[in-house]
């Protein structure tokens, strides 16, 4: 089986489960205790007909078996509803808030695969060394540590005592360095005493400045989400690595007199790799569950603060949405990371029988 026909088997594969997704989230949020309108309502003087011609307005006088094919039917549509809180198309809400969501997830997997493989190779390599100790300390305290409570810890240290970083918001690159104010480089580097005036003489806007911020602002929330995600990337590296190790086919290399150097690179890296993919891929509704607390912590208005406050405000329509987009970024990590097999262990083939 090739590569797209076995992607479009795979992505056929997921209709279901986005129905399954849909359903459970559908049943969940009606069952919930409360009436959305009479939250949107809260504090005002209202009378019944007033509350009549919300639910009628709104759909919520309706059934909910004829609700949740109502719903289902823009969704096959391309309509993800209305939302009733903010009033606004839901699909425009989370078009506005996806990006930091991306950005802050994206940036954390990236600081956790760097930090934890290196880490891994170098436990294993190392293994019962002081190195290796460290490592699986470090790794210990990263997975038993909630990424909220590493946030406030790191605004507490590193924002509020220090005043190296900014603890709320991030500057988003998408943005022109002009919308924020920025003109030129930033201040810490303008302030050296050498570096300062060799940089000065070039003129490129703002956006060294604007670089700069973007990177301030984004190293604590990406420490704090990526934390968990590089302790467990890299306990399993660790294992893979000296389970390759000691592998037949690596003895035969040292036997034929291969360096270490080689045998590290070429034989038992790649093989341990596979582990590695898997927990990436699985490990995105992690990163995705645990963006909703990290963005309340650092105040970034990302898709994690748009749910809670659909859940909130009984925002039937805003849930489905955010979860259903939640839902098909899993799935499409899901099915990108069965594609990687194939590419690291030439032995896996796309749906074959070998």
Do not use: C
């Not at 309509?79 to 198309?89: A, I, K, M, R, T």
């Not at 997997?109 to 880490?119: E, G, Q, R, W």
């Not at 045998?263 to 990163?287: E, V, Y």
Request: glycine share 10%; net charge negative; hydrophobic share 45%.
């Amino acid at each position: 089986m090739g590569l797209l026909r076995y992607t479009l088997y795979r992505f056929v594969q997921a209709i279901p489960v986005l129905f399954g997704i849909t359903i459970i989230t559908f049943a969940l949020a009606n069952l919930a205790p409360g009436d959305p309108v009479q939250i949107m309502l809260q504090g005002q003087e209202v009378d019944e007909d007033l509350i009549q011609t919300m639910e009628e307005r709104y759909g919520l006088d309706e059934p909910v078996h004829e609700r949740y094919i109502s719903y289902m039917t823009g969704v096959l549509q391309g309509d993800l509803g209305q939302s009733f809180h903010y009033n606004q198309p839901v699909s425009d809400l989370i078009m506005s808030r996806l990006g930091p969501t991306l950005l802050l997830v994206l940036s954390a997997y990236a600081f956790a695969i760097v930090t934890s493989i290196p880490l891994g190779i170098l436990a294993a390599k190392r293994r019962n060394e002081p190195a290796d100790h460290v490592s699986r300390i470090v790794a210990l305290l990263g997975v038993s540590t909630p990424s909220f409570w590493i946030g406030i810890m790191l605004i507490i240290i590193f924002a509020v005592q220090l005043g190296w970083f900014p603890s709320t918001g991030l500057v988003y690159p998408w943005w022109s360095p002009e919308a924020y104010g920025y003109t030129g480089w930033p201040g810490p580097l303008e302030q050296l005493p050498v570096v300062g005036a060799m940089f000065s003489q070039y003129t490129l806007g703002g956006w060294p400045e604007h670089v700069f911020q973007i990177v301030r602002h984004l190293l604590l929330p990406m420490i704090a989400l990526g934390t968990l995600q590089m302790a467990t990337l890299m306990r399993i590296e660790r294992t893979q690595m000296i389970e390759s190790l000691q592998g037949e086919y690596v003895k035969l290399a040292r036997a034929y007199g291969v360096s270490e150097r080689t045998i590290l690179r070429k034989h038992a890296f790649r093989t341990a790799q596979l582990p590695i993919i898997t927990i990436i891929g699985l490990n995105l509704s992690t990163a995705l569950g645990g963006a909703v607390l990290v963005e309340y912590v650092f105040n970034i208005n990302g898709m994690g603060r748009l749910f809670i406050d659909a859940i909130h405000n009984l925002d039937y329509q805003l849930i489905m949405g955010v979860t259903l987009i939640f839902g098909t970024i899993f799935i499409i990590g899901v099915i990108i990371t069965d594609i990687s097999y194939a590419y690291v262990d030439p032995r896996v083939t796309y749906g074959g029988d070998d």
